[in-house]
């Protein structure tokens, strides 16, 4: 369906994606008002994709555009924020170009093994989960950029996006390896 309570979930965490890049562009915002807005709108927005898949499930809801709708918003939401974050110098651009080019490319594995009827090799993986989780973690921390009962939160952020930036690179190299049969018999 295109419009049920779980598709409306994951269309508005697209649509939070702009408000997100704005809140440090509002003027008259202090620096610590724009980390704690924008920190606060992606935790609440990152939220929405456990509880759209939840409901789509429990409601049971689920679709094909809801199947292909809510990658494509976490995918928005992770790189427009990456990007921001790169911007404000809190995340190395090396990590972006890996988190950002994984996504190009994967997407596009994906759907060429689907134009090949071969999707299933290249279904979404534990590892894929993991750094997914890895990128929702370390993004909050980055954007806030300060210290919470005692945490600095910049500190971990930056251990958390490279941790999240290798487990990106291994995560697409397991996508690689999954459909690198289906790329031997089509080069042929």
């Known amino acids: 369906m295109f419009f049920n309570l ?9 649509a939070a994606i702009p408000l997100i890049v704005a809140v440090f562009y509002w003027p008259g915002l202090g620096v ?9 709108l992606f935790i609440v927005v990152a939220l929405t994709d456990w509880a759209d898949g939840y409901l789509a499930r ?3 809801q ?3 555009f809801g199947a292909f709708l809510d990658p494509v918003a976490d995918k928005f939401l ?33 759907e060429w093994m689907a134009t090949i009827g071969a999707v299933r090799s290249v279904a ?6 993991v750094k997914t989780a890895t990128q929702m973690v370390a993004i909050p921390f980055l954007l806030f950029d300060g210290v919470v009962w005692g945490v600095d939160t910049r500190w971990w952020g930056t251990l958390l996006i490279w941790v999240a930036a290798v487990l ?7 996508y690689l390896l999954k ?10």
Request: hydrophobic share 55%; glycine share 6%.
């Open 62 to 64: 689920t679709s094909s």
């Open 78 to 110: 992770v790189c427009a924020s990456v990007l921001v974050l790169v911007h404000l110098g809190r995340a190395d651009v090396f990590v972006a170009l890996i988190i950002i080019g994984r996504e190009i490319a994967i997407s596009a594995l994906r």
């Open 32 to 40: 610590a008002w724009q980390n704690t807005l924008a920190t606060g």
């Open 58 to 60: 429990r409601l049971n």
């Open 168 to 174: 990106t690179v291994w995560s697409m190299g397991f």
């Open 124 to 129: 979404v993986h534990m590892v894929g989960k």
């Open 6 to 14: 779980p598709t409306l979930l994951t269309w508005a965490r697209i």
């Open 179 to 188: 459909a690198l049969p289906e790329i031997r018999a089509r080069a042929r």
